[in-house]
């Protein structure tokens, strides 16, 4: 059975760091996309970055880029988020997602969510 | 950058009734649009990809069609368990940066 789960989230202030993860189990983790996916309260889906089974590519939506990190460790089966310079409009529960087989398209499995939340 | 428009915002029917939800892309995405539901409370669940493929385990009255900027998720006979926010979602040609839409909200009268 394929699950991910995230840790990492919490109660930060506006300029600070938090470093998200998300564990993978039942199927080779190695060889997927993965992504983050972030959802603000009461709001819509944002894709908020992802990166290449091997780790060798990165891409980022622009209101993360130069403070938000993605990267993997495929000996832990585990996808990570630092994230630095964080804002209040960064408040959300902060999904990883897996790459539909076969694609770099959709998500076809998702993590259950951590949520960070930004304020002094 | 491609922007995913849903209508309506929210839909109210009544269980066994048919329900159309919209997604209009800004320009065509041939037919690299998916379809998710969320129920309050739970992550995304994918039921649609490349418009009109189900995804593993989706019960067949869900189904998808559509392409290049106008696609249809049709729901034929409505269940009480169907009540959700329903998405849709698209991927650029490259780099890999997918959009959303910001959802339809499907109520049970």
């Known amino acids: 059975e394929v699950q991910l789960m995230e840790s990492g989230g919490g109660l930060v202030q506006p300029g600070g760091s938090l470093r998200l993860s998300c564990t993978a189990s039942g199927f080779t983790f190695r060889t997927y996309w993965m992504s983050w996916v972030r959802q603000a309260p009461g709001k819509g889906l944002e894709w908020v970055a992802n990166?290449?089974?091997?780790?060798?590519?990165?891409y980022y939506v622009d209101s993360v880029k130069g403070r938000f990190i993605i990267s993997r460790d495929n000996a832990k089966n585990s996808l990570y988020l630092q994230m630095n310079s964080l804002r209040a409009e960064d408040t959300a529960v902060y999904y990883c997602a897996r790459d539909l087989t076969g694609t770099v398209a959709y998500f076809d499995y998702w993590g259950q969510g951590t949520l960070v939340t930004v304020s002094s | 950058e491609i922007v995913l428009t849903q209508s309506p915002a929210t839909l109210s029917l009544s269980p066994g009734e048919r329900a159309t939800l919209s997604c209009r892309a800004s320009?065509?995405?041939?037919?690299?649009l998916a379809w998710y539901q969320q129920k309050p409370g739970q992550a995304p669940r994918l039921l649609i990809y490349d418009a009109s493929n189900r995804a593993t385990g989706i019960p067949g009255r869900f189904s998808g069609s559509g392409s290049g900027t106008d696609f249809t998720l049709t729901i034929s006979s409505l269940q009480p368990e169907d009540i959700a926010v329903y998405y849709c979602?698209?991927?650029?040609?490259?780099?890999?940066?997918?959009?959303f839409g910001q959802g339809t909200k499907l109520e049970i009268k």
């Open positions: 990166i290449k089974p091997d780790g060798s590519e990165t």
């Open positions: 979602q698209q991927r650029g040609k490259w780099p890999p940066w997918y959009t």
């Open positions: 320009q065509s995405v041939s037919s690299f």
